[in-house]
């Protein structure tokens, strides 16, 4: 069973990581406890998941308008509203979290690149016969 949460754990300590780091670069960006930081990692990847699809869904016209550059608003509007529920997690404003954010997703891109995948699954189709 712990197998099964090993990828999730490892997204989790990669944004925690990616979050602790843009704290240090960004000074508008803080943490009271590395609790909070936890906890705001935990939250943003939940929001992530859960409200991030819903919103760029809504957002769809004007996402496609500004070539997808409203994904970026829409990573910044992600931060303030894990701001605004972890009481620890202080964000001065807008444009902090929109730097942030850019930072946060390379560093976690970059930092997940390093993270070995899972083993690829392949699928055989049986040879011969009628296609159903």
Known sequence: MWLDLTPYLITWAITSLSLWAASHIFTGLKFDSTASLIVSALLLGLANAIVKPLLIVLTL?????????FVLVINALMILLVSALVTGF??????????????????????GSFVPSSPET??????????V
């Open 61 to 69: 016209p004007l996402t496609l308008l500004t070539f997808g550059l």
């Open 90 to 111: 202080r964000v001065s404003g807008f444009w902090t979290a929109f730097w942030a954010s850019i930072f946060i997703s390379i560093l976690s891109i970059a930092l």
């Open 122 to 131: 392949t699928i055989q189709m049986p040879s011969g016969g009628p296609w």
